[in-house]
């Protein structure tokens, strides 16, 4: 593919006082980033540049028009100096500075200027400080999108898990499960599957809340009550979804090639097989967003910020996974 028909890709710098930059750095020098993507960091150069000399890693920084290999291309949303945003702690003027980039990487990719959006890592912390009244990236693109339904999803080459339920408590979870939920989320992966992923017809496993699938009721009735008539409605739509199945077996199938995605029931039942499989290359996908999202599945990782130290293997994959996403988006857009 010829690199002007690449797909543009926004990516956002995260917290400049985290892993962020350096992950971007690192990630500008591989080679093969090049052949997936047009990358354009929406970000601050004075802070890229610190985190260039952090690495070792000396590379020019260009205009945002000017994306390719050996250069790092900017669209310059602060101008921060770098003792305004000390490495390895939430500051306001780098937390305000974060929130902008989100802000206009989304309005570009929404306005067709970008093809998908990659977001570096920020903390809760920060953006409630700079006056976003959302606990994260998730729930601040949805607003920026019009409000849109989403839904969470980790994936690898070898697991792909969506989210009923994501940050709330055990207790809180359970509460919240009803068979419009389970249902919204399997027909939300299902959509995302056929159109972004090139899977005309995604095999979707529902996992069970209870152990042994609740064994007929010994262990509850959340599998009768609530997962299966969400299954049967999805089935009834045309949705090759199935199960409920035991949790401790149906991610095993899905590793093994059975299933093309899990939907899990609550947060750790979904992301503790998923980071056993996929701790180094996750990426978070935003499923539901008239646009493209994906991220790093990582934090800020304040405790080794500008140490050098930071791996890129997770931006890496989560740009791939963009690129791969946005590109099969618009085939089908062209196919229809």
């Known amino acids: 593919m010829h690199a002007a028909t690449l797909p543009k890709i926004a990516v956002t710098m995260g917290d400049p006082a985290g892993i962020g930059p350096e992950i971007l750095v690192a990630a500008h020098a591989r080679k093969e980033l090049f052949s997936w993507c047009r990358p354009v960091v929406y970000g601050d150069a004075a802070i890229l540049g610190r985190a260039s000399d952090a690495l070792g890693i000396p590379l020019p920084i260009v205009g945002e028009d000017d994306p390719g290999p050996g250069r790092i291309a900017l669209a310059e949303r602060s101008r921060l100096r770098p003792e305004e945003a000390p490495f390895g702690r939430p500051s306001l003027p780098g937390s ?119 064994e007929g009721g010994m262990f509850g009735d959340e599998e009768p009550r609530i997962v299966a008539p969400a299954i049967d409605a999805c089935r009834a739509a045309g949705i090759d979804a199935s199960g409920p199945y035991p949790p401790d077996t149906v991610f095993y199938r899905a590793f093994r090639g059975g299933f093309d995605a899990v939907v899990a029931m609550m947060h750790d039942q979904g992301l503790i097989p998923l980071k056993m499989v996929h701790f180094e290359d996750a990426v978070n996908v935003t499923m539901g967003l008239p646009i493209v999202r994906t991220s790093v599945d990582h934090g800020t990782a304040y405790d080794i910020a500008g140490r050098g130290k930071a791996s890129p293997a997770s931006l890496l994959a989560a740009l791939r996974m963009a690129a791969g996403m946005a590109s099969s988006a618009g085939e089908r857009t062209k196919a229809e």
């Not at 990659?118 to 912390?125: A, G, I, Y």
């Not at 999108?145 to 709330?168: E, N, P, S, W």
């Open 96 to 214: 305000v500075a974060m929130a902008e980039y989100i802000r206009s990487a989304a309005c570009d990719v929404l306005s067709g200027r970008a093809d998908a959006i990659v977001t570096c890592p920020v903390t809760k912390e920060g953006l409630r400080a700079a006056g976003v009244p959302f606990p994260g990236h998730t729930e601040f693109l949805a607003h920026l999108c019009g409000g849109a339904d989403v839904v969470m999803m980790l994936a690898g080459d070898r697991l792909r898990v969506a989210l009923a339920t994501i940050h709330v408590s055990l207790r809180r979870a359970l509460e919240l499960l009803s068979p419009a939920l389970v249902e919204k989320t399997v027909r939300i992966t299902d959509a995302f599957f056929r159109k972004h992923m090139a899977i005309p017809a995604p095999r979707i496993a529902v996992a069970a809340v209870n152990p042994h699938a609740g």
